[in-house]
């Protein structure tokens, strides 16, 4: 069975500052994975997608991330933080059909002014 | 843009009442979700649609149904609500073909006491 984890619950990071989350998956095959981010009070908006390709994509509100095969990973990075980068992430996995996802445990990103 | 509307932003049920959560999506998409988030565990899929009348279980279906009638339209049933199903729940859409990314409704935090 696939899954998703994300060994930070909560970090905190200064205006400015660089940032990296971590997300480690569980999969046979090929699988495409996801980051999602939740402002307070709202659904999730999609990040950023990885399907195949380039192992490093692009996604909204200068964020990125990188696809490691060989460690299992999908780390997220945005190089200088936002005040209003302040919100939970959700790193996911697909699999099979019907677009199924299966979430992870999520991280929740302060941002000290 | 795609728009996933649930329509009740919070709701109070007593324990024992049956509950209709609904959700409607205008982007004529094929499938529809029900997730349910709790602090710490993430969001997980409770069911999942990918046609009209069309209904598969996910990972925590126990205590809960589901009906699509209509192919905009997904309606999540506690038959019988308990406390231990107090939590957000969160609705979403996509396309059916390749793996197409979730939209996700703002959820409906329900209250069972």
């Known amino acids: 069975a696939q899954s998703v984890t994300q060994p930070d619950i909560h970090i905190t990071v200064s205006e400015g500052a660089s940032l990296e989350l971590r997300c480690n998956y569980s999969?046979?095959?090929?699988?495409?994975l996801f980051w999602y981010v939740q402002s307070p009070g709202q659904g999730l908006q999609l990040l950023l997608k990885?399907?195949?390709?380039?192992?490093l994509v692009q996604g909204i509100k200068g964020f990125e991330a990188e696809f490691k095969r060989s460690q299992s990973s999908f780390n997220l990075r945005k190089p200088s933080v936002h005040w209003s980068d302040a919100a939970e992430y959700f790193c996911?996995?697909?699999?099979?059909?019907?677009?199924?996802?299966?979430f992870g445990t999520g991280t929740r990103l302060q941002v000290t002014l | 843009d795609v728009k996933v509307t649930q329509s009740s932003r919070y709701l109070v049920k007593r324990t024992g009442e049956k509950v209709f959560l609904e959700c409607v999506q205008d982007?004529?998409?094929?499938?529809m979700f029900w997730y349910r988030q709790d602090p710490g565990l993430g969001l997980r899929l409770i069911y999942f649609?990918?046609?009209?009348?069309?209904?598969e279980k996910g990972d925590i279906p126990e205590g809960y149904s589901v009906s699509r009638e209509k192919k905009e339209r997904f309606s999540l049933i506690l038959e019988s609500a308990s406390t231990n199903q107090t939590s957000m729940y969160l609705c979403?859409?996509?396309?059916?073909?390749?793996?197409?990314?979730?939209?996700f409704g703002n959820g409906t935090r329900l209250t069972v006491t």
């Open positions: 979403a859409s996509s396309l059916l073909t390749g793996f197409s990314p979730l939209h």
């Open positions: 999969y046979g095959a090929t699988p495409y």
């Open positions: 990885y399907f195949s390709g380039d192992t």
């Open positions: 996911a996995v697909g699999s099979g059909t019907a677009s199924k996802l299966t």
């Open positions: 982007m004529d998409h094929e499938n």
């Open positions: 649609s990918y046609d009209v009348k069309m209904k």
